[in-house]
């Protein structure tokens, strides 16, 4: 190669990133501090950024992929308009005289992700794969109707060989069986993985696959969602994959400690709505207006809720928007679990002035790492809100995966999103929001059990780090826009 041809090479390179970097700055409406990031990338890596910004780059929020049709919006539109007044006219019946507190969150949801209030809902919490995927596979056992899942991460192995043979079993006696799962999440999946049950009549989908085996120019958008609902008469969302780490039998993380709720009642046609315009998005079906889905559900219990769903294509980013309106509304404790703790202003705003203002916030994250640039930037925005009064603590029993907020003994939030920029602007997330006591109580009991397993860190100790792992926190800081 003369070098005549090389210098040629270099200006359409240069060229190709000058036109690139317009591109990012004037005709994608990102935060600026990610556009900085990227930015930074192209001109330090000509040729390896403009790689990464193909695939990570891409902004998916003008295209609006899950949508309700004219007769769907005409059956669901009307309820939500008639909740939306009630809250605004303060006329809305609480089954909790204390929901009255939270009218402004039941009103932000509701307008921000069309997150109808249940108040007849039986929640049932789960923080140990063992038990949680017990009680899942018995009542996949007893399904009679039909069976929908979607999950971020299904695993080749024990556990999720035997949820498959399980799926076919049921498709085989009749069951309608739709199971969806993550394009990236599954990639390492075998297509004879899913045989048993396509061959029973079972139906599965993938969401964003790739075009060609670990190439995927949506990689960087991802569905994280973990949802199943069966026969219309329970559903489980949460944190927990399929796979047998999930269990606690991984090697690599040993114990795995997470949080999962069941639901009974009529909050179930929230995960529903979800589960369909997921699945008629991947498999191009029309199923969302069957009736069979939505059936006449008598009280299960007395807790509220309300199922929050958000992600690169929405308008607004509607489960952080709830985490910052809990934060903001926090009057005596606020305790969080979050395997990422990665916020934007906001959530840091809205943290320090709770602590500052005399809430006893407390978050805990893993000690042990999964993605290691992630672990070091979550250190150093922990480290910055130590000052303000905000207790962290490193989970030490194995690895932290737990997706939870509980505040002032009543209002929680349970489900997928991390307290991170992935999880905010960059993958499909939905998230139970849980107005009861008893539920809080459970959950601030659980978090404080896991305290005895954790390791505080202190204002002395993190000032005290060497110096090589305060270049590490500020490296990881500084691409954690686009982590």
């Known amino acids: 190669m003369t070098g005549e041809l090389i210098w040629q090479i270099i200006d359409i390179v240069f060229f190709i990133n000058i036109a690139l970097a317009i591109v990012v700055v004037l005709f994608e409406r990102k935060n600026p501090t990610v556009t900085v990031t990227w930015l930074l990338m192209l001109l330090f890596m000509p040729v390896i950024g403009f790689v990464l910004y193909v695939f990570l780059g891409q902004d998916l929020r003008k295209k609006q992929l899950f949508y309700l049709k004219k007769d769907e919006e005409c059956e669901l539109y009307p309820i939500l308009h008639q909740q939306h007044d009630c809250l605004h006219m303060h006329n809305l019946p609480f089954v909790n005289p204390r929901l009255h507190d939270y009218e ?114 949506r990689i960087n958008y991802r569905n994280h969602r973990k949802i199943c609902l069966i026969d219309g008469k329970e559903g489980f969302v949460g944190g927990f994959n399929i796979g047998d780490e999930y269990r606690g039998l991984s090697k690599r993380f040993g114990h795995w400690r997470d949080m999962h709720v069941k639901i009974q009642g009529s909050a179930l046609d929230g995960l529903e709505v979800r589960f369909l315009l997921d699945w008629r998005y991947a498999s191009k079906e029309n199923v969302t207006s069957d009736k069979q889905y939505f059936p006449e559900r008598t009280s299960a219990g007395t807790k509220a809720v309300q199922i929050v769903s958000s992600g690169p294509d929405s308008k607004w980013p509607a489960i952080k928007d709830g985490y910052v309106k809990l934060i903001c509304g926090a009057k005596s404790n606020l305790y969080i679990q979050t395997p990422y703790f990665i916020p934007d202003g906001s959530i840091s705003e809205a943290l320090r002035l709770a602590a500052l203002s005399g809430v006893d916030v407390r978050i805990v994250i893993p000690a042990k790492r999964d993605h290691m640039f992630v672990h070091w930037a979550s250190l150093s925005f922990a480290g910055e809100l130590l000052e303000a009064g905000v207790r962290f603590y490193l989970y030490k029993e194995g690895f932290l995966h737990s997706k939870m907020i509980v505040c002032d003994g009543f209002a929680s939030t349970v489900g997928t999103s991390n307290l991170d920029l992935r999880s905010f602007n960059l993958n499909f997330e939905v998230n139970a929001f849980i107005y009861d006591e008893a539920i809080a109580s459970d959950l601030e009991q659980r978090f404080l059990m896991d305290l005895n397993d954790s390791e505080e860190i202190t204002m002395e100790r993190y000032n005290a780090r060497p110096i090589l792992i305060r270049t590490k926190e500020a490296f990881s800081r500084l691409l954690s826009p686009i982590l």
């Open 104 to 217: 402004d969150i039941l009103q932000l949801n509701l307008s921000n992700s069309q997150s109808l209030l249940t108040q007849n809902n039986e929640v049932k919490v789960f923080n140990e794969g063992q038990e949680l995927f017990a009680e899942i596979i018995d009542a996949l056992k007893k399904a009679q109707t039909y069976i929908h899942m979607e999950y971020y991460i299904i695993r080749n192995d024990t556990l999720g060989k035997e949820i498959i043979q399980i799926l076919a079993q049921k498709a085989h006696e009749g069951v309608e069986v739709k199971l969806l799962y993550d394009g990236m999440g599954g990639v390492r999946l075998p297509k004879k993985f899913f045989r048993p049950l396509i061959e029973a009549g079972g139906k599965v989908t993938s969401f964003f696959p790739p075009f060609i085996p670990y190439i995927n120019l």
